[in-house]
């Protein structure tokens, strides 16, 4: 039944992400257990925008991955209405988690993106999520937009907080989940959030890939962390203007 319900989660993801011009995106989660909490999905809407979101569950294992898939549904439905809301989108998700996983303490911590290859914008709407890196090529520094905001479904009507990027050509932002910067070394100590920023940094002057950046992220992990299971999923979508 396990392995059944790991295989039918394999299909919650999307097999690709849908390609926009001008953009190099990628995005992998590797799960803790059998089962994921992590989620991370992408739909390109009509007009050619594209609407990505990461989350991450609170715990893991089956419980979590049952939160994931009430994500995965919602998300699917307000992506695929005739006339695409943002806020309606935000607001579906929360009254999920508010309204049928509340009582559970199941809750989960989104970003979600809009961007639009037209104008090369970003906008971002976060919810307790860890706040993504943003390697400006023109500077080669990192930037951490600071977006703070309550979790989906720990109130009945959540405000979260917006940025709103451009992009110049190079530029990539990258999203993730804590169980890379809050992986276990070998040294007992964790990953952390800084070593983590400087890695993507010195691979985005490089220039490498989105698929080849989080290839690397991965390898650097394996060589570092505490030998045996992970102790968390961990996720990452990559964003770079060609």
Known sequence: ELEMARIVQTQLFPESIPPVPGYDIAARNQPATDLSGDYYDARLLPDGRLIFLIGDATGHGVSAALAMAMAKATFSYYVSRPVFSFDDLVRGLNRVFHLELRSTRKYM???????????????????????????????????????????????PKLRVPIERLSFEPEDLIVFYTDGYSECVLKDGGFFGEKPLAELIRSHALNRVSSPALIDLLFSRLEEVRQPGPMADDVTFIAIRRT
């Not at 400006?136 to 309550?150: E, L, S, Y």
């Open 109 to 155: 911590t989104v970003s979600i993106g809009l961007l639009d290859p037209r104008t090369h914008t970003l906008e971002i709407r976060n919810a307790g999520h860890n706040f993504p890196f943003l390697f400006r090529a023109a500077t080669g520094t990192i930037i951490v937009p600071d977006m703070p905001g309550f979790v989906l479904g720990m109130r």
